[in-house]
């Protein structure tokens, strides 16, 4: 367990980000803390580089609507701080934190009286330099070799309540190296491909990465490290997620690439639905189909969709043709069609009429 979420065994996995602000700011940290829970975030991570910090978390602890993880490198006495003010888990990196060798007794007694989880955090930008020696540079079996050893330190002392992750930026050699820690051990992995880029080469990486182990069964919370706003990082995984099959979707576009053959503005037609529903919270599939090719076929398998031609746009609701409308209806027909799908399903819909654009608002 994390806090309240469940990681590890059968729990499904979960998503987690790390905040941007100083911690020390308390209300722009738990403003940031509240939109990454609005945007689905289950787990947050808040560095502790100074006493300030160390001094903010009992409230940010409390206040927080979801379980705060302290991330601490050099210094062992913000470890115990973590703990006193109710964090939910606190990480340590090995490759910083050679003084808390000597400390591993004592955190592991504070961290087990609290119940508080430690995660091993290996990163291949702060390798062990013991080990970078050992093997010339951060190799999977470098990252695995510094996990382990850090977490023989704390089984010493009786402590297992252990997470661990091994992350590098090259995805390839971040899923060798969890292939290895997942045939070595037993304990719950944290995903991720450090310092993956931005936004876009990110995103690719990420799922790369999380794709391949987590359809092995490898991983039990993720994060998706991108050089952007932490929210994209949550939206980021839950996708992930979702196109695996590890949750259930939501509103999921179907629409073709478009090509010779369109009939309709397949980019513009698509991007106008998708902007019509955000927000919507249900698990619909709308397929919007360029031309009669395979057009009726998607629309047929989604909930809602779209085949268009000549000008027109036939509708299919559940597998049926319900309407034919011209081209420049396919959009609104759509969201209406959407929305009353919506409805059928318990959410409740209002349209805000005073917005560009459709606007969906999910109570
Ligand atoms: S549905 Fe039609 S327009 Fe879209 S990619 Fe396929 S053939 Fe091309």
Redesign the pocket.
């Known amino acids: 367990m994390v806090g309240s979420v469940p990681v590890g065994g059968d729990a499904p996995v979960s998503v987690q980000s790390m905040t941007t602000t100083v911690t020390a700011d308390i209300n722009a940290t738990l403003q940031q803390i509240a939109a990454l829970t609005a945007s689905g975030c289950q787990i947050v991570r808040v560095a502790v580089p100074s006493q300030d910090d160390a001094e903010a978390l009992p409230i940010i602890a409390k206040k927080s609507q979801i379980p705060v993880i302290a991330d601490i490198h050099f210094q062992p006495k913000y470890v115990f701080a973590a703990i006193e003010a109710g964090c939910a888990a606190v990480r340590v990196n090995p490759g910083n934190i050679k003084k808390f060798d000597d400390k591993i007794g004592e955190i592991a007694r504070a961290a087990s009286d609290h119940g508080v989880p430690i995660r091993i955090g290996v990163n291949a930008g702060s390798l062990d330099p013991r080990l970078l020696q050992k093997y010339g540079k951060a190799t999977p079996e470098a990252l695995v070799e510094s996990a382990l050893w850090e977490c023989s330190l704390f089984e010493e002392h009786g402590f297992r309540d252990i997470k661990i992750s091994v992350k590098h930026n090259d995805p390839v050699v971040m899923v060798q190296a969890y292939r290895q820690l997942a045939a070595q051990c037993d304990y719950p992995l944290h995903l991720g491909v450090t310092e993956a880029g931005p936004a876009f080469q990110g995103t690719i990486k990420s799922a790369v990465a999380f794709g391949a182990l987590l359809a092995e069964g490898i991983g039990d919370t993720i994060r998706v490290s991108l050089s952007a706003p932490p929210v994209e990082e949550i939206k980021v995984g839950i996708g992930i997620l979702e196109s695996l099959n590890l949750r259930e979707r939501g509103l999921e576009i179907v629409?073709?690439?478009?090509?010779?053959?369109?009939?309709?503005d397949?980019y513009t037609l698509a991007e106008q639905v998708q902007a019509g529903l955000e927000g919507l919270k249900v698990p619909l599939r709308v397929a919007v189909?360029?031309?009669?090719?395979?057009?009726p076929g998607?629309a047929r398998e989604a909930d809602l969709g779209v085949?268009?031609g000549n000008g027109k746009g036939q509708i299919f609701v559940k597998g049926e043709v319900i309407k034919t409308v011209p081209e420049s209806q396919i959009v609104e027909t759509l969201i209406e069609e959407a929305l009353r799908l919506a409805e059928e399903m318990g959410v409740e819909v209002d349209l805000d009429d005073d917005a560009p654009g459709p606007e969906v608002v999910v109570r």
């Open positions: 629409s073709c690439p478009s090509c010779g053959r369109a009939q309709v397949v189909m360029g031309c009669v090719v395979n057009g998607e085949a268009s």
